[in-house]
Structures are given as C-alpha cells and as structure tokens.
C-alpha cells in the first residue's frame, strides 16, 4: 500500500506560479512511476504529467512548456512546478503512483486526497 499526501494548493493570480508537492509513504518509492490528474469543475479527471523511475517524463499538450514534473527518490517526493497559471488551470489536482507507468488514458494504482488550486483572472 502507498499512501500520497499533496501540498502546495492554493489561490494565485493568473500569470503566476506554484509548486505542488506529493509526499509518499512507502520506502520503495523510487520503483513507482509517479504522476498527477487534475479535476476541474464539471470535468472529468484528466491526466496532466507523469515521470518514471528514472526521471524520463511526460505532459498534456494544455501544460506543455508551463508544468514541470520532477522527484526526489531520497525524500519519496514528488513535484509539479506550475508557472504562467491561467484561470482553466483551476482544478482539485491529485497525485499518483503506479508500479508500472503513469500516462494518459491508463488507470493508476494509487491516488492521493488532492489539493486544491485556483487560479483568478
């Protein structure tokens, strides 16, 4: 089992920035590719990037150049580096693990509660 607690959330006006940060309890974390959805109002969930468990990653084209994934195996962390925010980047954003990979259209094995960001215009 691996439990996920995110951080980072928040308000923040478009054009700005955040750092969302995803904590995992389980000592093999560096064997877990690891990722986050976003859900929107009225949305379904969606992917927004993925890394596995060598750093290579992957992103939606919506964040694509603005969204950067990262880890720290040593601190069984994950990070998403959000800049230049726009009001539809607003959404509940969930952290995830998966033994295997994390990418779009692919369920995942574990998520976290999710962490809530708005961005105003």
């Known amino acids: 089992q691996v439990q996920l607690v995110e951080s980072g959330g928040g308000l923040v006006q478009a054009g700005g920035s955040l750092r969302l940060s995803c904590a995992a309890s389980?000592?093999?974390?560096?064997?877990?590719?690891m990722g986050w959805f976003r859900q929107a109002p009225g949305k379904e969930r969606e992917f927004v990037a993925g890394?596995?468990?060598?750093?290579?990653?992957t992103s939606s084209d919506s964040v694509k150049g603005r969204f950067t994934i990262s880890r720290d195996n040593a601190k069984n962390t994950v990070y998403l580096q959000m800049n230049s925010l726009k009001p539809e980047d607003t959404a509940v954003y969930y952290c995830?693990?998966?033994?295997?990979?994390?990418?779009?259209?692919?369920?995942?094995?574990?998520w976290g509660q999710g962490t809530q960001v708005i961005v105003s215009s």
């Open positions: 995830v693990a998966d033994r295997t990979k994390v990418v779009a259209g692919r369920t995942v094995d574990y």
């Open positions: 890394i596995n468990w060598s750093g290579g990653s």
């Open positions: 389980r000592r093999t974390f560096s064997s877990y590719a």
